[in-house]
């Protein structure tokens, strides 16, 4: 019985525990939700009500601060009371005393007519600097020339320097009729000012609002001017752009705050390049370096977590929430990237360059499907714009691919090593290669995992990678043989069998027969994932001819037998004493129903000079060829 108390009090004390823990993580959602509504609500009061006024009924707007200003002055009381002769005296007195003897209404209605003219002066002055440094930003940047800001802030200054002059203008036509009237020669010299006191404040009031904001507006406009000021501040838009899009309160009221915010992200991710661009091409480069940095903090904000409001992703978060929004962002991301970098290399800005290239590959997002399959998409556009004959442009390129998942780099590799065949680039086309297996396959001769599942899966994917990295060398030394390149065949060849064994290149090649098209375009590997894929969307790589796939293979047989024959027998540094190794490639086996294997012996036969191969010049392992394709042997 005690027992059974001691655990029904340890249960009840749990849940008590349990109870408590979601009461306060409801109440902290709920706070978090109140506080993000309030921001949401806020901005997009500020947002639609001052853009509808400035921008979209921009003529309301002036007619509303005409009746504002107007009802104001004209509501503002005056002092129809005597001032008494002391205090005459006083101001006299006074007036004397700081040297403005003779201050009378007339001067005060001349400063009030001088100032408010001078304010014609100001607007033209206003209109020469705007059109001056709107055309100097736009020819820098086309996006951040339209800025929202700087057109509200000269509407404000327009409406505030109009709303100035027409209370100016109307407090001298009041001193005027004051000035004329019959009695007005024996009341003292300062009655009309005394008078209209309070209006004359409203027009000072008027008039110091409108130097306030002159100044500010010119500021902006000289600040615009500064290419390093104006991308900082559009790093740092972006930045409070995304922490509002993470924070953002969303429900349909607020759809159009949504599709806003995103424009303006749009437009800040837009004006950033452009303006790398300029300092790029002007030879900036501390300014560059630094900014490429901030924006660089700025995008990895899209990997990390946000406890605040629970969430684990901040990439994944949004594209769930607002999924094409988002997608739309990252694609403008990757293409100015892209086209930045491309740039840079075009003018012979390699530092820069390898710079971009950096921050193009940090732009991977691998949290979810369809973003990994945009980068793809771009990384083969990246890859096609590339000079794969300038050394530095495929290193930097290489060194980015090297920071990518595996399975994620095998398509561009496929690529990458197609279009070095097509231009017979044996040189970089070795280096490439070498590149190839170390991060796909030497990548991956890590310590295996102590956990018995852990391993499974891991050898399992090491396999997998490893047999796709063949499978993948294997259709590249087809296409050698289709279009006749006899050198890059030959080191092909050298190079299956130096590095791998021929159990592995039997496996491979018996999913090649199978799948011969396999690896031949970008989305082959995200069929299943995508729900709505479309084969004209796809791009498509250029795979192997159908009609000539066939005998191809029979010629890379003879080729990968004949080598690893002759390796074997040289008992060459790379040989394994292993039954794995020493398995023979599948020549017997494909030559067993052909008709026409002495015509294919006798082609590869024909041009063994070019191949680099020695086993050519090795008549026992010639004899063993022809007698694996069922010819007539030489006799000794």
Known sequence: MKNFRIRLKSTLQKIMKLSNGLNVINIKKKSQNILSFFKTAKLYLLSFGGRKILSENTHWYFIGLYVIFLTVYILCPTITIDISEPKEHFVENALRLVGFQGFSDTTVKYIILTTTKSLGLILSFLSAIY????????????????????????????????????????????????????NYLDKHNLYASKTLFFKILIWIVAITFTIRFTTSLIKYLFFSMSVDKMLRKSIEEMSNNIDFLTEFYNKPCFEKLLTTRYRNLHHNI???????????????????????????????????????????NVSSYLLERDKEHFQDIYTSLLRNT?????????????????????????????????????????????????????????????????????????????????????????????????????????????PLPSSMLARVIAMEKKNKLKSNAILILLQCLIKTIEISQYNI?????????????????????????????????????????????????DIGLGGLNDGTFDYCCKKMCILIYGQQQYAISQKLWFVKDSAQFHTPFVLATEFESCTYSNYVFQKVKSASSSYGLLFFEDTTIMDDIKQKMSLQTTTA
């Open 489 to 537: 065949t030959g080191f092909l060849v050298k190079y299956l069998v130096t590095n791998f064994t021929g159990d592995e290149l039997n496996k491979a090649y018996g999913t090649l027969r199978n799948t011969p098209k396999a690896f031949t375009t970008i989305f082959e590997q995200y069929k299943d994932y995508i729900l709505q894929y479309n084969d004209n969307f």
């Open 131 to 182: 059109v001056f440094t709107h055309r100097e930003q736009k020819s820098i940047s086309p996006s951040m020339s339209n800025g929202t800001k700087k057109n509200s802030l000269v509407l404000f200054v327009l409406g505030i320097v109009f709303g100035s002059m027409l209370i100016g203008h109307t407090l001298a036509s009041n001193f005027d009729i004051l000035m004329h009237q019959d």
């Open 338 to 446: 892209l086209s930045l970098t491309i740039d840079l290399y075009k003018n012979n800005h390699f530092n820069k360059g390898k710079k971009l290239t950096f921050l193009y590959f940090s732009l991977y997002l691998g949290s979810e499907e369809s973003l990994r399959q945009h980068f793809i998409l771009s990384l083969n556009e990246f890859l096609d714009s590339l000079d794969t004959s300038n050394e530095r442009q495929l290193r930097d390129f290489l060194n980015g691919l090297k920071r990518l998942p595996e399975e994620q780099s095998l398509i561009i590799y496929k690529n990458l090593i197609s279009k070095l065949i097509l231009k017979k680039n044996v040189e970089v086309l070795t280096n490439v290669v070498y590149d190839f297996k170390e991060h796909i396959i030497d990548n991956n001769n890590q």
């Open 270 to 312: 837009e004006s950033i390049f452009q303006n790398l661009k300029f300092i790029g091409d002007h030879n900036m480069n501390k300014e560059f370096e630094e900014n490429v940095n901030s924006f660089s903090n700025v995008v990895s904000q899209l990997k990390k977590e946000k406890h605040t409001y629970n969430i684990d």
